[in-house]
Each structure stands twice: as structure tokens, then as C-alpha cells.
């Protein structure tokens, strides 16, 4: 789960591509490899209508005086990239897209003085560019027209199916949440603290595997990432529940009181967002940017220690990132062998190398299968970054590449 500015429309948000439902266009988290923005609007106009440049790009400036500013408003149907530099907006860390009640393109982790891209697909509508936690955080974005289809039939082929197959494994892993956290929350109700525990561990994975498709659902009533995943500090503590409110109660209070409450909270929520996916198509560039997604995720969250602070059990977490990413790759890869061999290969290897590593800290002496957190060495947490990001850097180029074809 990740975090925002108090000043947030909404508390957290995350890993999303443009998935599609019945009625309209969607996505998961989309999150591209860092380069610098090309120019700076001027603060005192916020945006013009007219295409300065390339109409495909978008020039995004974030100030403290002018909030979100793009270099222009208007969009053909089709690939379009977000270059963004956050100039000195010290309450701004991320920026989204937003089509309706989702989150179809994000960039995280953007402090003052650091640039980000992200890449989608966008069909005709209306769009919302916004920057939590700035004076004017809301600029509107109109797309007009259709994208040009491939030239090739079997590519598009391979990347249709290749989406496919990801739709039936986030179905699968959110069946197999519900019937956890159902688990879970039987226990919840029971007298048995040891097998509560090791129930939340069982339901953790299925979560984290799609946590990018449930942090999709964050705007307005349809936050589902702050339900299930808030941390403490994420939300005002009348308002806390989820998982990592059920984590406290097992693991640092070690008591089963007053949990069955947020067990059937927590049930209702995961049910909801089965529901909501069960209506959802994929694009393949949601696929590529998923999965970026899923590994900035571990980064940020799961080799700093932060996510399983009672249980400590992140390197669960950390696997079932790594595995819901590597899963997003794994369905692209045969339209990637054709598009960029090389690349190809270059990520499967450092998906081994990085599954490799995982595996030196596997046991069988914790329920999570993992050795606890706080028994790494200093030695150990560079490893992972090193190991993460050699993954990140090449799969960061996905999207834009699945885009085009």
C-alpha cells in the first residue's frame, strides 16, 4: 500500500493500467522510468488548449503557486506519455489520471526537484490530470478521435490473449482471496490465536499478487486500497481497518479481541472488489505498466520494512509482488519476443536472478515460508534493491513498447 499527502483527495492509490469496463474505460497503475520534463509552462497559465509539440506527450510542471500545469489540454485517441517534473511542491509526491471512478495512470515517489514519466492508451473522453496536496490540483484533459490499430494481425493477437490470460489470473487470485479472508475471519471469531495468525498469512498473498487492480478502485467511493491496506498512519484512527488493523490485534497485541469486527469489514470489502474486477477487461499496456507497478511497490514499501510492521513477514509480501508482476511479464512475453527480443530476454533473466535471491531466505521455521524481516543483515536489503531494480529499469520500457505496436 502506498501513502499520500494529507491534503489527498483520497488517502492512497496505486499500480494502474486502463482496464476497461462495460461502460467505460479504466486502467492500472501506470508507472514509467524517470527522464526530465521538456519544457515549463509558465505558473500564471495553467494550460493551453492547443498541442505544443508532440501531441502524443504532455509536459506537466507542478509548482507550490500553480499546482498541476500542462503544456496543453487536448489529446488524439491513442498512446500518450506524461513527462512531469515536480519543481518545488513539497505537499505533491504523486501525480494521477483519472477517467470516472478510477485511477487509469499514476507516477509515485515525486518530491521537489525529481522528474517521472508514465505511459497509457486513451480512448475519446474526458480525463482528470491531478496532483494531491497542491493549491490547484485538478486539470481536464480532452481526447478526441480513435487510435490507429496494428498493422500486424498476429502481434495483435498474441497481445489480446496475452491480456486475456492475465484478466483469468486476477479472477483466480481474487477467488482465492475471498475464500481466505473468509478463513480469516472465521478465526477471527474463534479462540485460537496461533491459527488466526497463520490465517493472515494465508490470505496476505492473494492481495498483494493484484494489489495494483484494487488500488485502481481509489477515487471517491470505491477506495478499496484504503480499506483493505491502510497502515496507521494512513488514515485517522477512527477510520482504520483492513488488514494491517487485524495485523496489530494478532501480532503486537497478541489477542483476538475486538477483531471479528473488522474480519467481516474486511470480507464485505474483498467481496466488492471481486465484484468490481469480475467486469473488467485488459489492455495490454495495463499489463506492462502492472507490473511496474507491483515492483515500485517493493521498493517503497516491502524492503523498507514498512508494510508487516507487527508481523514482519515482508518478504511474503515482497514474493507475491514479485510474483504478480513477473505473472503481468509472463503473458506479454510472447508479443515482447516479437516486438524486442532483446528486452525480452533481458527481463526474464533479471526476473530469475531476482526470484533466485528470494529463494535464500525461504524456511521452514515461519508459517509465511520466509525468514521475518527483522532478521536480514545490513547486507541483505542492498542485495534486493540491487536485485529490484534490475528488473525495474528494462521493464519500465514496456508500456510505451506494447503501446505502439
Known amino acids: 500500500m502506498k501513502t499520500t499527502s494529507a491534503l489527498s483527495a483520497r488517502s492512497r492509490a496505486?499500480?494502474?493500467?486502463?482496464?476497461?469496463?462495460?461502460?467505460?474505460?479504466?486502467?492500472?497503475?501506470?508507472?514509467?522510468?524517470?527522464?526530465?520534463?521538456?519544457?515549463?509552462?509558465?505558473?500564471?497559465?495553467?494550460?493551453?488548449?492547443?498541442?505544443?509539440?508532440?501531441?502524443?506527450?504532455?509536459?506537466?510542471?507542478?509548482?507550490?503557486?500553480?499546482?498541476?500545469?500542462?503544456?496543453?489540454?487536448?489529446?488524439?485517441?491513442?498512446?500518450?506519455?506524461?513527462?512531469?517534473?515536480?519543481?518545488?511542491?513539497t505537499a505533491v509526491s504523486e501525480i494521477e489520471l483519472q477517467s470516472g471512478q478510477r485511477i487509469i495512470g499514476e507516477k509515485e515517489n515525486l518530491p521537489p526537484g525529481f522528474n517521472g514519466s508514465f505511459t497509457v492508451a486513451l480512448e475519446a473522453g474526458s480525463y482528470s490530470l491531478v496532483c494531491p496536496g497542491s493549491g490547484q490540483p485538478t486539470r481536464q484533459l480532452t481526447v478526441t478521435g480513435a487510435a490507429s490499430t496494428s498493422a500486424d494481425a498476429d502481434l495483435s493477437t498474441l497481445l489480446t490473449q496475452g491480456a486475456k490470460e492475465y484478466k483469468t489470473y486476477v479472477d483466480t487470485q481474487v477467488g482465492y482471496l475471498v475464500q481466505t479472508t473468509q478463513a480469516l475471519d472465521s478465526s477471527l471469531k474463534g479462540a485460537d490465536l496461533v491459527a488466526a495468525q497463520k490465517a493472515y498469512m494465508k490470505a496476505r498473498p492473494y492481495y498483494e499478487?493484484?494489489?495494483?487492480?484494487?488500488?485502481?478502485?481509489?477515487?471517491?467511493?470505491?477506495?478499496?486500497?484504503?480499506?483493505?491496506?491502510?497502515?496507521?498512519?494512513?488514515?485517522?484512527?477512527?477510520?482504520?481497518?483492513?488488514?494491517?488493523?487485524?495485523?496489530?490485534?494478532?501480532?503486537?497485541?497478541?489477542?483476538?479481541?475486538?477483531l471479528a469486527a473488522y474480519g467481516d469489514a474486511l470480507v464485505t470489502d474483498v467481496q466488492k472488489l471481486q465484484g468490481l474486477t469480475a467486469a473488467l477487461e485488459y489492455?495490454?499496456?495495463?499489463?506492462?505498466?502492472?507490473?511496474?507497478?507491483?515492483?515500485?511497490?517493493?521498493?517503497?514499501?516491502?524492503?523498507?520494512?514498512?508494510?508487516?510492521?507487527?508481523?514482519?513477514?515482508?518478504?511474503?509480501?515482497?514474493?507475491?509482488?514479485?510474483?504478480?508482476?513477473?505473472?503481468?511479464?509472463?503473458?506479454?512475453?510472447?508479443?515482447?519476443?516479437?516486438?524486442?527480443?532483446?528486452?525480452?530476454?533481458?527481463?526474464?533473466?533479471?526476473?530469475?536472478a531476482l526470484d533466485k535471491l528470494l529463494d535464500t531466505y525461504r524456511t521452514g521455521d515461519n508459517p509465511s515460508g520466509f525468514v521475518l524481516y527483522g532478521t536480514l543483515k545490513d547486507t541483505d536489503k542492498p542485495k534486493l534493491v540491487a536485485a529490484v531494480k534490475a528488473v525495474q529499469e528494462p521493464l519500465s520500457q514496456v508500456a510505451a513498447k506494447v503501446t505502439k505496436a
Open 209 to 258: 499478487k493484484i494489489e495494483p487492480v484494487a488500488e485502481s478502485f481509489a477515487v471517491g467511493n470505491d477506495d478499496l486500497d484504503k480499506a483493505l491496506d491502510a497502515r496507521a498512519d494512513d488514515v485517522p484512527p477512527a477510520e482504520w481497518a483492513g488488514f494491517h488493523r487485524i495485523e496489530k490485534g494478532l501480532f503486537e497485541d497478541k489477542s483476538l479481541a475486538g
Open 283 to 352: 489492455k495490454p499496456f495495463e499489463l506492462a505498466n502492472g507490473a511496474q507497478e507491483l515492483l515500485d511497490e517493493v521498493s517503497k514499501t516491502k524492503v523498507t520494512g514498512e508494510e508487516e510492521r507487527y508481523s514482519h513477514i515482508d518478504l511474503l509480501d515482497f514474493q507475491s509482488n514479485v510474483e504478480g508482476s513477473e505473472q503481468a511479464f509472463a503473458d506479454l512475453r510472447p508479443a515482447l519476443q516479437k516486438i524486442d527480443p532483446a528486452l525480452t530476454g533481458t527481463i526474464a533473466d533479471a526476473f530469475s
Open 14 to 89: 496505486a499500480f494502474s493500467g486502463l482496464a476497461v469496463t462495460a461502460l467505460a474505460a479504466g486502467a492500472l497503475t501506470a508507472c514509467g522510468s524517470s527522464k526530465s520534463a521538456k519544457s515549463e509552462p509558465s505558473q500564471a497559465a495553467a494550460a493551453s488548449s492547443s498541442p505544443a509539440g508532440d501531441p502524443h506527450k504532455a509536459v506537466v510542471t507542478v509548482t507550490a503557486a500553480g499546482g498541476c500545469a500542462v503544456d496543453h489540454t487536448d489529446f488524439p485517441a491513442g498512446q500518450v506519455t506524461f513527462d512531469i517534473s515536480n519543481k518545488d511542491a
